[in-house]
């Protein structure tokens, strides 16, 4: 018996574990050898309507707990999240081809987001407004009610579990629906939140985007939705929730983030940055991957050398190898994409100095294995350094002064990170300011802290998450006046 085989792969709709109404399923891939591990419902508009039913009948009790008994339930879940890290880590590895060690890191993630909500809850507050001797003026901040999270395929559980945090936090309830393709997780997650949530206060659902997902972004009860995923699809879901009715739709979306090495930065350290920034432990698969290394041309040469050297070293292996750094692509959709972005390279007359095919070798030989891959000397104006790959496929470029930098680092539609590296302060934080990104590095990538708002500029999305602000996105604001004295003159309006 497989751990795949091991949960009910059954969605969780008002506490109760179901299949589609219809008893429709999809077959879940493992990325590494294009086996069918196990199936998942194929939920329909119907059954998504149940799970919004089901949702809207537990709002009213969930949003009338004390905060801090909704605090208690979300650090619950996190210690149970916590306990059973390793098997959802198995399933997120085996679902999405990300190395085991990777996705571990992922339900501790997960748990402390869970966390940090939980110590917010007292933190969706109003404000009383100054307004006289005669009135008292407040705002209250309230739950919009059933709210709805929609997710790409890269962290399964973390986006499942963890993100699901701050609208609990704030009294709403839940319907959240992973990726087709990497389900498993959030399905063995239900298992654990059956236990201990009432039911409908979380609701998970699978199925396709344009069915189980449109669903929930058309429905007329689900005025408030997070997605995250790419910005086609994120266009598509605004578009969408704007036919029925005017809802709050906060996007999480794809980047095409740049690093700049400027001629004063530590190479070494900027070499490793580069390594670290492209997240290829994830096979590149990261909305934050600094996928555009724009590198001063004093030290072009060593910082590209230095960097093709390293990659070379990574080593290509099953998801479950201990010794594994870069998995598996997680579907054939996906790995032709980044495939075509290698011949777009070349077609673009850019130099391949690493890697740039797929692995045939041994037992990788049936998956999605592409060997981490740097171009050189890439148009930065070209499709290769313009477009999100979302794989392991990294476009260098040198530049002459900071101007320059400058303009390329803006010059894409995305703006969700970017990173410098630089020992002078001014350098330091004038690109702080001038880059056009919503979370920017110095001297190191790829990090998250929670409380800092990641999100994006431009096409990279709208809204922040993991911090105080994406807490109050989760209320509506409502101003109370009462007049207890006298009216007093108007002043203003
Ligand atoms: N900014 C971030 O925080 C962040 C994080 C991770 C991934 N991403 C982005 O996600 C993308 C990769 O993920 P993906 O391939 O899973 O993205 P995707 O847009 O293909 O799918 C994301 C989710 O949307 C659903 N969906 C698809 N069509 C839909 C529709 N018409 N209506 C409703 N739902 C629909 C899918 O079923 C899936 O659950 C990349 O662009 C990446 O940069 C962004």
């Not at 350290?269 to 991957?289: E, P, V």
């Not at 095919?357 to 041994?362: A, L, Q």
């Not at 708002?453 to 105080?468: D, L, Q, V």
Request: one cysteine or more; glycine letters at 10%; aromatic letters at 8%.
């Amino acid at each position: 018996m497989t751990i795949a085989t091991q949960i009910s792969n059954l969605a969780l709709i008002g506490g109760e574990r179901r299949g589609a109404s219809d008893g429709r399923t999809l077959d879940v891939l493992n990325p590494s050898n294009g086996e069918i591990i196990t199936q998942i419902p194929r939920l329909s508009a119907a059954d998504v309507d149940d799970a919004v039913d089901a949702a809207k009948r537990a709002f009213p009790a969930w949003a009338a707990l004390e905060p801090l008994q909704r605090a208690g339930y979300l650090d619950r879940l996190a210690d149970a999240i916590e306990a059973n890290s390793e098997r959802l880590a198995q399933l997120d590895s085996l679902d999405n081809g990300s190395p085991l060690h990777e996705m571990r890191f992922d339900s501790k993630v997960a748990a402390g987001q869970l966390r940090y909500f939980a110590g917010l809850v007292l933190e969706a507050q109003g404000s009383t407004i100054p307004a006289g001797n005669e009135r008292l003026m407040y705002s209250l901040r309230q739950p919009y009610g059933v709210v709805g999270r929609i997710s790409a395929f890269n962290h399964p559980l973390l986006f499942t579990v963890g993100k699901m945090a701050g609208a609990l936090a704030a009294g709403n309830t839940v319907v959240t629906k992973p990726s087709e393709h990497t389900s498993l997780s959030s399905l063995a997650a239900a298992d654990i939140i059956q236990e201990i949530f009432p039911p409908g206060v979380i609701n998970i659902i699978t199925g396709l985007g344009h069915e189980a997902g449109d669903a929930l972004v058309a429905h007329p009860d689900v005025l408030r939705l997070a997605f995250i995923g790419a910005d086609g699809t994120g266009r598509a879901i605004q578009r969408r929730a704007a036919e029925v009715a005017v809802k709050h739709v906060t996007l999480e979306l794809g980047g095409k983030n740049p690093i700049v090495i400027f001629p004063d930065a530590d190479v070494d350290k900027a070499i490793t940055g580069a390594l670290r920034g492209m997240n290829f432990t994830w096979q590149g698969q990261s909305c934050g991957s600094t996928s555009r290394l724009i590198v001063h041309r004093s030290i072009h040469r060593q910082v590209v050398d230095g960097l093709a050297e390293k990659m070379e070293a990574i080593r290509s292996g099953l998801p479950q190898d201990a010794d594994t750094d870069i998995g598996a692509i997680v579907n054939e959709q996906q790995f032709n994409k980044v495939m075509s972005y290698i011949e777009i390279g070349k077609e673009e007359g850019a130099d391949l100095v690493a890697g740039g095919y797929r692995v045939t070798d041994g037992a990788l030989a049936d998956g999605f294995f592409i060997r981490p891959t740097l171009f050189d000397n890439v148009d930065p104006y070209g499709r290769l350094a313009q477009e999100e790959i979302f794989g392991p496929v990294l476009a260098a470029m040198p530049f002459d002064d900071y101007d320059e930098a400058l303009r390329i680092a803006n010059s894409v539609q995305y703006g969700l990170t970017a990173s410098a590296f630089t020992q002078d302060l001014a350098t330091a934080h004038r690109f702080a300011r001038d880059i056009e990104a919503g979370y920017v590095w110095i001297n190191e990538t790829s990090r998250h802290f929670l409380g800092t708002g990641f999100g994006g500029y431009k096409n990279s999305g709208i809204g922040r998450e993991e911090n105080h602000e994406e807490l109050l996105s989760w209320t509506q604001s409502k101003n109370v006046s009462v007049l207890f004295g006298t009216e007093a003159p108007r002043a203003g309006h």
